[in-house]
């Protein structure tokens, strides 16, 4: 018969690259006692990385060695694996909507889940939970704009729409204009005089 360890490798290498791997996925071969202490063994020994509590990630192997999944990647999946929105932060969108030149140097998500960090080899990865409004159009570019609306605050937002308004395609920047009604009063205004303006 297998050991708990191997059957647990075994587990992870069929999963796609950055795939998380939860103690609770794995109840089906142990208790979790043992399932947690097996999990903790192979983080030892390098082949597994400890993400988060209760949560590792297979470490991808190429002819460079090895290296952990990367950001975006481990980031999806959690999202996937825990029904969770996980978003990048006002800061990633703005820079990505050409609204600032600013790059953020630490990762930073907003999730709808409970704020908590996340270890990628050297690199951590902070989810900070957040207000419904800013997970609103999640992965879509008018989501990207009402995150980076909000990192820029009410004294930048009215430029910010201009920019926005002659960059976003007319589809784009309408489900922006038609996300409104969920924001906060301040933005809700901005992007109407925006749009109508």
Sequence with gaps: ???????????????????PVAAKSLLHLGN???????????AERGQLIRAGRGVYLRPVTSRF?????????????????????????????????????????????LTSGRSRTMSLGKQVVELRHAPRW???????PAGEAVRALAWLGPEKAGEA???LKRKMPPAAFGELVA??????TWLAQSVSKAAHG
């Design 1 to 19: 018969m297998q050991r708990l360890t191997e059957q647990i490798l075994a587990y992870a290498e069929g999963l796609p690259e950055g795939t």
């Design 32 to 42: 979790r006692a043992a399932v947690d202490q097996a999990l903790s063994r192979l």
């Design 65 to 109: 060695g090895t290296r952990a999944p990367s950001v975006e990647q481990a980031v999806e999946a959690l999202a996937t694996q825990r029904g969770e929105v996980i978003v990048p932060n006002g800061a990633a969108a703005a820079n990505a909507l050409g609204l600032t030149t600013q790059v953020p140097v630490r990762s930073v998500y």
């Design 134 to 140: 800013q997970l609103t159009l999640a992965n879509r």
């Design 161 to 163: 729409l201009g920019t």
């Design 179 to 184: 996300a409104a009604p969920q924001l906060p």
